[in-house]
């Protein structure tokens, strides 16, 4: 089985600061990793997905 963290709105938030409407918009645009639904009312998201989507990110900042 895949070892893998799941991290909450607001660790994702923390670390990505952007507001949650941005970021719901990223998620909708196929910016931003997906949610996994952990309930009717809660979801999380693979911190390897968002460290990875946030390292991409970086990369393209360097090379401008």
């Not at 952007?18 to 911190?47: D, N």
Request: charged share 25%; net charge positive; glycine share 4%.
């Amino acid at each position: 089985m895949n070892n893998c963290k799941l991290i909450d709105l607001k660790t994702v938030l923390g670390i990505y600061p952007v507001s949650r409407a941005t970021l719901y918009r990223q998620i909708k645009a196929g910016i931003f990793p997906e949610p996994v639904q952990l309930g009717v009312r809660r979801v999380a998201w693979r911190q390897d997905e968002v460290q990875a989507h946030i390292s991409e990110l970086q990369k393209v900042a360097l090379k401008l």
